[in-house]
C-alpha cells in the first residue's frame, strides 16, 4: 500500500499556490493593458501592420480599418490568461483520458505484462473529472462571452445583416452553436468520468471476487471505453482545439492531437512508475517493464513526428491559402516554439530511446519522460495560441502560473488516488504472467 508521502504533499501543494500567484500577477498585468498601450504594440509591432501574416481568419473577414486592428489586437491580448489555462487544462485532461485508453486497450488485448502498472494507470486517469471540470469552467466562460478564444461564439458573424457577417461560419453553425457545444463538452466531460468510475468499481469488484464473470465485465467496459474514447477525443479536439480558428481544418488533427496526449501519458505512467519502484512499494516493477514502457515513448513519439510532418506536409504541397496561412502564421510568429519542439518530441527520443539496452535505464528514460512531457506542452502552446493571442505571445506569469497550478493538482490527484488503491491487482488473472514477464532480447 502506497502511502502519501508528506514532503510530496507539501511539493504538490506549493506547486498549486505558486501556480495560482503566479497566475494572479499575471491577470493583474493583462487586465492593465489599456487601448493607448494596444496601439503602442501596433505602432512598434510590424507583425501587427495590415500588411502581416494574420494568425486567425478573423482577420480576414470584417473591417479592415485601423479601429478594427486596434479592437482584435485588444481581444487577442486579454485572451492569453483564458489561453494559458486552456493550454495546460486540455493537455492533462487528454493526458487522463489517454491513461484510461492505454489501460483499456491492455484490457481488452488480455495483455499480461503490465498487469502491475494497472493501478498507476487508473491513478492518472483520477484526473479525469478534475481536469474535466476547469475544462467546463472555460467553455461556460467563453459560453457566456466573459471570454473570447472561440470567435465563432460571436453572433454578429452569423447575422447576414452585421458587417461582421462570415459566410462560412453561417454554413457551420448547425455543428458550431453554444449550446450544443457546451452539450458536448458535458458529454465528454461527464463521460469519459463515468467510464473511469466504473472499470475502477470494476477492477476493485475483481481483487475481491476474483471471478471471471467479473474480469468479463472489465473487458467488455473497457471495450466500451475504447468506443467511446475514439469518438470523444476526435470530437473533443475539434471542439476545443480546431474551433479556434473555425475556417482551418485537418483530417489527421484528431490524430495528431490524440497521439500527443497519449506519448504524455506514457511519459507518466514511467514516471509514477519509477517513483513507486524507489520508494520501494512497487518492487515487482524492474527492467523489462521499464523496457516496454520506453518502446511506446519511443514508438508514439515518432508516431507524433509522422503525424506533424504529413499534416505539415501536404499542406505545403498543395499550397492552398486557406490552409497554409494556419502555419505562415505560426513560421513568423512562433519560430522560437514551433519548430524547436520537434527537438524534445522528436530528435532526442529518436537520438536516444532507438537503443534497446537504454531503455532499461531508469534515469535516462525518466528524464526522457520529463523532455517529452514538456515538448508537449509546447506542442499544445503552438496549438491553442497562435489563433487565441496572435503575435502577442510570450510565456510568462500566466503560461508559467497555469503550468505549475496544473502540475501540483495533477501530482496531487494522482498520489492521492494511488494511497487510496491497493497497488497490486491481485484479482487480475494475468498478474503471474506480468510477474515473471521478461523481454527476450
Not at 473529472?129 to 478564444?149: E, K
Not at 448547425?174 to 468499481?201: C, D, E, H, Q
Not at 470523444?232 to 473555425?246: F, G, Q, T, V, Y
Not at 524507489?278 to 519511443?298: A, E, M, S, T
Request: net charge neutral.
Amino acid at each position: 500500500m502506497y502511502s502519501f508521502s508528506p514532503k510530496l504533499r507539501l511539493y504538490s501543494i506549493i506547486l498549486i499556490v505558486l501556480g495560482l500567484v503566479l497566475f494572479g500577477i499575471g491577470y493583474a498585468i493583462n487586465s492593465g493593458i489599456d487601448t493607448a498601450q494596444i496601439e503602442q504594440r501596433l505602432s512598434a509591432n510590424n507583425h501587427a501592420l495590415e500588411n502581416a501574416t494574420p494568425t486567425h481568419s478573423s482577420q480576414l473577414n470584417g473591417p479592415q480599418d485601423h479601429q478594427a486592428h486596434v479592437d482584435h489586437a485588444m481581444r487577442q491580448v486579454h485572451n492569453e490568461p483564458l489561453s494559458a489555462l486552456l493550454t495546460a487544462t486540455s493537455l492533462f485532461f487528454g493526458i487522463g483520458a489517454c491513461a484510461l485508453f492505454f489501460y483499456s486497450i491492455q484490457n481488452a488485448a488480455h495483455a499480461g505484462w503490465p498487469v502491475i502498472i494497472l493501478r498507476v494507470m487508473e491513478a492518472i486517469a483520477t484526473f479525469i473529472p478534475i481536469g474535466g471540470i476547469i475544462m467546463l469552467v472555460i467553455v461556460l466562460l467563453n459560453a457566456g462571452h466573459l471570454g473570447h478564444l472561440y470567435h465563432w461564439m460571436d453572433p454578429e458573424l452569423t447575422d447576414p445583416s452585421s458587417p461582421h457577417f462570415d459566410s462560412i461560419l453561417f454554413q457551420k453553425k448547425g455543428f458550431l452553436n453554444i449550446p450544443f457545444f457546451v452539450i458536448r463538452s458535458v458529454i465528454y466531460v461527464g463521460g469519459a468520468t463515468f467510464f473511469l468510475w466504473k472499470l475502477k468499481s470494476l477492477s476493485k469488484k475483481l481483487d475481491q471476487t476474483k471471478a471471471k464473470a467479473d474480469y468479463q465485465k472489465l473487458y467488455n467496459w473497457s471495450v466500451g471505453y475504447i468506443v467511446f474514447f475514439g469518438f470523444a477525443s476526435a470530437a473533443w479536439a475539434l471542439d476545443w482545439w480546431m474551433s479556434i480558428d473555425p475556417h482551418w481544418y485537418s483530417t489527421l488533427y484528431i490524430w495528431y492531437t490524440m497521439v500527443s496526449c497519449l506519448t504524455s501519458a506514457i511519459g507518466v505512467m514511467i514516471i509514477v512508475s519509477v517513483y513507486l519502484k524507489r520508494k520501494g512499494v512497487l518492487p515487482q516493477f524492474n527492467d523489462n517493464h521499464l523496457h516496454d514502457l520506453g518502446k511506446f515513448l519511443f514508438a508514439t513519439s515518432m508516431l507524433w513526428t509522422y503525424m506533424w510532418f504529413s499534416q505539415f506536409m501536404l499542406y505545403w504541397y498543395a499550397d492552398t491559402p486557406e490552409e497554409v496561412n494556419y502555419f505562415l502564421g505560426r513560421f513568423n510568429y512562433y519560430s522560437p516554439t514551433f519548430l524547436p519542439m520537434l527537438i524534445p518530441n522528436f530528435l532526442l527520443p529518436l537520438l536516444v530511446l532507438v537503443s534497446s539496452s537504454i531503455k532499461r535505464n531508469y534515469k535516462v528514460v525518466t528524464t526522457m519522460a520529463v523532455i517529452v512531457i514538456l515538448g508537449h506542452w509546447v506542442d499544445f502552446f503552438n496549438i491553442v495560441m497562435p489563433g487565441t493571442v496572435g503575435p502577442y505571445w510570450n510565456i510568462g506569469f500566466l503560461e508559467i502560473g497555469a503550468f505549475l497550478f496544473i502540475i501540483g493538482l495533477f501530482t496531487f490527484t494522482i498520489m492521492f488516488a494511488l494511497s487510496k488503491l491497493k497497488l497490486i491487482p491481485t484479482g487480475n488473472p494475468l498478474l503471474h504472467e506480468s510477474e515473471i514477464f521478461e523481454y527476450p532480447f
